[in-house]
């Protein structure tokens, strides 16, 4: 099973400002990575997959990048609604698809 | 615009299947090909996926998580729009948010296509307790 880790657990940004997120995969996963959004009471939402391709109607300043075993999403302006939890999941090795354990994006 | 409904109780007891339901609308739950998979959330938790089936009947069509495999069932009645997720002989430590979501991840004759899963259900809150 490929274990996915995610840095920082928490991460405290202000609004406007850039939040860089990192995803690290215990054996490659080529780019078969995709990143969620989940907001409080919310179920998760589909930002990024193929590593870097954003999925429908997601802003442009959410973006991905990496491949092999180390992964980055970065929000370049944040804004209020971006104030969430992030998971990466890959689908590279599988069953299981796993997730990472999530990285919380708070308010500073 | 396709949308994922869940239902099911939101109690089981100790030792009992866990059972719920979710039913596609908004597009056909056989039209792309695609996968329908299950996923949970212990409560402060984070993602745990459950199981993926697809809705075309071949042999291999269903993944399971090994963490489950002998406690769970995953189905999908195109008749009714439905997936179906069982799980049975229960703990506490199946207390969690049950989602379900489709999986993009279909199986061509040019090889895998794996999206992700997306959209999913609005969760259903399945307790175990006496």
């Known amino acids: 099973e490929i274990v996915m880790t995610q840095s920082p657990a928490t991460l405290s940004v202000s609004p406007g400002e850039r939040a860089t997120l990192s995803c690290r995969a215990s054996?490659?996963?080529?780019?078969?990575l995709a990143w969620y959004q989940q907001r409080p009471g919310q179920a998760p939402r589909l930002l990024i997959y193929?590593?870097?391709t954003r999925a429908t109607d997601i802003p442009v300043r959410f973006s991905g990048s990496g491949s092999g075993t180390e992964f980055t999403l970065t929000i370049s302006s944040l804004q209020s609604e971006d104030f969430a939890v992030y998971y990466c999941?890959?689908?590279?090795?599988?069953?299981?698809?796993?997730f990472g354990q999530g990285t919380k994006v708070e308010i500073k | 615009q396709l949308h994922l409904q869940q239902s099911g109780p939101g109690l089981v007891r100790p030792s009992e299947t866990l059972s719920l339901t979710c039913t596609v609308s908004?597009?056909?739950?056989?039209?792309?090909?695609?996968?329908w998979a299950w996923i949970r959330q212990p409560p402060g938790k984070g993602l745990e996926w459950i199981g993926s089936?697809?809705?075309?009947?071949?042999?291999?069509?269903?993944y399971y998580t090994p963490a489950l495999m002998s406690r769970v069932n995953i189905s999908v009645d195109t008749s009714k729009s439905q997936s179906s997720l069982k799980l049975s002989s229960v703990t506490a430590a199946d207390t969690a948010v049950y989602y379900c979501?489709?999986?993009?991840?279909?199986?061509?004759?040019?090889?895998?296509?794996?999206?992700?899963?997306?959209?999913w259900g609005l969760g259903t809150l399945v307790t175990v307790s006496s």
């Open positions: 908004g597009g056909s739950i056989t039209s792309s090909r695609y996968y």
């Open positions: 089936v697809g809705s075309v009947s071949y042999i291999g069509s269903t």
């Open positions: 054996q490659s996963v080529s780019r078969n």
């Open positions: 979501a489709r999986h993009n991840f279909m199986m061509t004759f040019g090889g895998i296509v794996d999206r992700g899963f997306d959209p």
């Open positions: 999941q890959q689908y590279d090795n599988w069953p299981p698809w796993t």
């Open positions: 193929g590593a870097s």
